[in-house]
């Protein structure tokens, strides 16, 4: 599956060359839907740390609490994501960074708010 250091618009199979690499996966993780995404940053820590392989599939609908990749003005990365009723709010595990808030039909032009909700962490524990 391809490896992405950004949030592609979806499908991301149509951005595959925007990929950083191809990871293999066991069979039955693969699906066209399905991609990993390059953790940047500890903000979901300890959950998620810097480097690890969040595997996203885009077909997924996420539900509250769950870890998705979300485009959402110029934010473009993983949140905890949250359905508020009205919209869908986008969190970080650190209390210091407010939450980020976008409509649940989507995120503008550029295509949905959630882009794709992560199904499975993949953490390289020594190299």
């Known amino acids: 599956l391809p490896v992405f250091s950004e949030v592609p618009a979806p499908p ?7 990929a950083l690499r191809m ?6 993780w693969f699906s066209e839907s399905r991609y990993f995404f390059a ?8 959950r998620v740390e810097k480097g690890d392989l ?10 509250s ?3 998705v990749l979300a485009a959402a003005g110029a934010f ?3 949140a905890r994501y949250m359905d508020t009723g009205e919209a869908v ?4 595990s650190d209390p210091n960074v407010p939450p980020r808030r976008c409509s649940r039909g989507g995120g503008g032009a550029d295509g949905p708010c959630v882009r794709a909700t992560v199904i499975r962490i993949v953490r390289t524990l020594r190299r």
Do not use: T
């Not at 709010?89 to 970080?92: M, P």
């Open 12 to 18: 991301a199979m149509q951005a595959r060359g925007g």
């Open 23 to 28: 990871e293999p996966v066991p069979e039955e």
């Open 39 to 46: 953790a940047g940053d500890d903000s979901l820590y300890p």
């Open 54 to 63: 969040l595997l996203a599939d885009e077909g997924v609908d996420p539900r």
């Open 65 to 67: 609490g769950d870890i």
């Open 76 to 78: 473009r990365g993983a």
């Open 89 to 92: 709010e986008l969190s970080a």
